[in-house]
């Protein structure tokens, strides 16, 4: 459950109330009007009417007023299937919200990916799955591949942008640092959690394309703790760093099979995570940003079955090679 407060103009209380109450608000109730002849409108909503809700508002007030969604703990008196009512999903707002801050290029991000990635390297160099497991849970490089699927399936040209300028720099400074300890610390080829990293086949596929779905089946039922489970199954930082640092000693073989690791992981969160934003039904408010997001969708998905099968192929040959 969810609380829509919307601030409004005076006169526009009574029209925003019955839009709220047409598309099946539970309740409505105003507040007091304040010095700028400004007044409140709090609306009580399901995880069902939520976003019928928020969009029929947004449709009437264009860029005039503000909305604002708060949080329900709990509501009395109880109504049916109220556990149903209190742990339902995410609406788009809340997602766009919630995977925006992971996409975004600042020195937050910056600093989380130095730091992973340099956990990630001491974890794999001494051999120690504690470490890196630390640096699987930090994650940053998950944030700005999950904000390429929304941006997608919203049509959010800003969105898509800004997660490839923050992907390719997260994974820029991450594979610069494995090779900074690929040439100045010696790497030893006995560490299990080192040289699992340059072993790829066909379950990389399926374990990857299983976790991007998770994670963003997490998101959009409001469960964001079981993304902690996705950062250890599908880590990027751990191959990231591990191609880094072949390619620092000059074993070029092992840092190709360690990036095509990474790509396998990329590609595949990526595919999985549109096709359950399609799923589950998470698209734009109005009819030419529906248009638009459909025509990015079928590119997007395109590209990313096209790159996944290339990659199949390549594991493939890979081990028939080896």
């Given at each position: 459950?969810?609380?829509?407060?919307?601030?409004?103009?005076?006169?526009?209380?009574?029209?925003?109330?019955?839009?709220?109450?047409?598309?099946?608000?539970?309740?409505?109730w105003?507040?007091?009007?304040?010095?700028?002849?400004?007044?409140?409108l709090?609306?009580?909503?399901?995880?069902?009417?939520?976003?019928?809700?928020?969009?029929?508002?947004?449709?009437?007030?264009?860029?005039?007023?503000?909305i604002?969604?708060?949080?329900?703990?709990?509501?009395?008196?109880?109504?049916?299937?109220?556990?149903?009512?209190?742990?339902?999903?995410?609406s788009?707002?809340?997602?766009?919200?919630?995977?925006?801050?992971?996409?975004?290029?600042?020195?937050?991000?910056?600093?989380?990916?130095f730091?992973?990635?340099?956990?990630?390297?001491?974890?794999?160099?001494?051999?120690?799955?504690?470490?890196?497991?630390?640096?699987?849970v930090?994650?940053?490089?998950?944030?700005?591949?999950?904000?390429?699927?929304?941006?997608?399936?919203?049509?959010?040209?800003?969105?898509?942008?800004?997660?490839?300028?923050?992907?390719?720099a997260?994974?820029?400074?991450?594979?610069?640092?494995?090779?900074?300890?690929?040439?100045?610390?010696?790497?030893?080829?006995?560490?299990?959690?080192?040289?699992t990293?340059?072993?790829?086949?066909?379950?990389?596929?399926?374990?990857?394309?299983?976790?991007?779905?998770?994670?963003?089946?997490?998101?959009?039922?409001?469960?964001?703790?079981?993304?902690?489970?996705?950062?250890?199954?599908?880590a990027?930082?751990?191959?990231?760093?591990?191609?880094?640092?072949?390619?620092?000693?000059?074993?070029?073989?092992l840092?190709?099979?360690?990036g095509?690791?990474?790509?396998?992981?990329?590609?595949?969160?990526?595919?999985?995570?549109?096709?359950?934003?399609?799923l589950?039904?998470?698209?734009?408010?109005?009819?030419?940003?529906k248009?638009?997001a459909?025509?990015?969708?079928?590119?997007?998905?395109?590209?990313?079955?096209?790159?996944?099968?290339?990659?199949?192929?390549?594991?493939?040959?890979?081990?028939?090679?080896?």
């Amino acid at each position: 459950m969810r609380i829509i407060e919307v601030i409004t103009e005076h006169h526009r209380l009574k029209e925003l109330a019955a839009i709220a109450r047409d598309q099946g608000a539970t309740d409505v109730w105003p507040g007091p009007q304040d010095d700028e002849n400004r007044r409140s409108l709090r609306i009580l909503v399901t995880p069902k009417t939520r976003q019928p809700v928020l969009d029929g508002l947004q449709a009437a007030m264009g860029e005039q007023g503000r909305i604002l969604l708060l949080p329900v703990d709990a509501s009395l008196p109880r109504e049916e299937d109220e556990e149903e009512i209190l742990s339902g999903g995410a609406s788009r707002e809340e997602l766009y919200d919630q995977i925006d801050r992971g996409a975004r290029l600042d020195r937050d991000y910056m600093g989380l990916v130095f730091l992973s990635a340099i956990v990630a390297s001491i974890g794999l160099v001494e051999d120690n799955v504690a470490i890196v497991v630390g640096a699987m849970v930090i994650a940053p490089l998950l944030g700005p591949n999950l904000g390429l699927a929304l941006g997608t399936s919203l049509g959010d040209r800003d969105l898509i942008v800004r997660s490839l300028k923050t992907n390719a720099a997260g994974l820029s400074v991450a594979t610069g640092i494995g090779i900074a300890f690929g040439l100045f610390w010696g790497l030893d080829y006995e560490s299990k959690e080192l040289m699992t990293r340059t072993v790829v086949g066909l379950d990389s596929i399926m374990l990857a394309l299983a976790s991007g779905a998770a994670a963003v089946l997490s998101l959009t039922n409001g469960l964001p703790t079981a993304l902690v489970g996705v950062m250890v199954a599908v880590a990027l930082m751990p191959p990231v760093a591990t191609m880094g640092m072949m390619l620092g000693a000059g074993r070029w073989d092992l840092a190709l099979t360690a990036g095509l690791l990474l790509a396998v992981n990329i590609v595949c969160v990526n595919l999985s995570a549109k096709l359950v934003f399609l799923l589950k039904g998470v698209k734009p408010r109005t009819w030419l940003e529906k248009r638009q997001a459909f025509q990015s969708m079928r590119v997007y998905i395109l590209f990313w079955v096209v790159a996944l099968v290339v990659l199949a192929g390549a594991i493939m040959l890979d081990n028939l090679s080896g």
